[in-house]
């Protein structure tokens, strides 16, 4: 079965970097537009960015110059570069795929991982 895995989660100090990475595994045909998204403490849950098939990408106003997706198709990995961040930045980060499989093609989430930034 297809699985999203999660990993680069932490605690960072404000004005720090983190990397996420997400790796999908299972019988997968190809993947499309790769996903990151958040949720704070309270708060809902919110797309970051996303980047398409083709490498185009678009981010939410409040990560725009500070955060930078990217994917390697070979390794059907999407990572989530995380510059200058902020005590808001703070919430459990959550990878999220458009993959096609043998027979159908359907939206994956990952489990999620911690990211913590202290002031």
């Known amino acids: 079965q297809v699985q999203l895995v999660e990993s680069g989660g932490g605690l960072v100090q404000a004005g720090g970097s983190l990397r996420l990475s997400c790796v999908a595994s299972?019988?997968?045909?190809?993947?499309?537009?790769m996903r990151w998204y958040r949720q704070g403490p309270g708060k809902q849950r919110e797309l970051v960015a996303f980047i398409t098939g083709g490498g185009s990408t678009n981010y939410a106003d409040s990560v725009k110059g500070r955060f930078t997706i990217s994917r390697d198709n070979a390794k059907i990995t999407v990572y989530l570069q995380m510059n200058s961040l902020k005590p808001e930045d703070t919430g459990v980060y959550y990878c999220?795929?458009?993959?096609?499989?043998?027979?159908?093609?359907?939206?994956?989430w990952g489990q999620g991982t911690q990211v913590t930034v202290s002031s």
């Open positions: 999220n795929a458009d993959i096609r499989t043998a027979s159908e093609t359907r939206n994956y």
């Open positions: 299972g019988p997968i045909f190809n993947t499309n537009t």
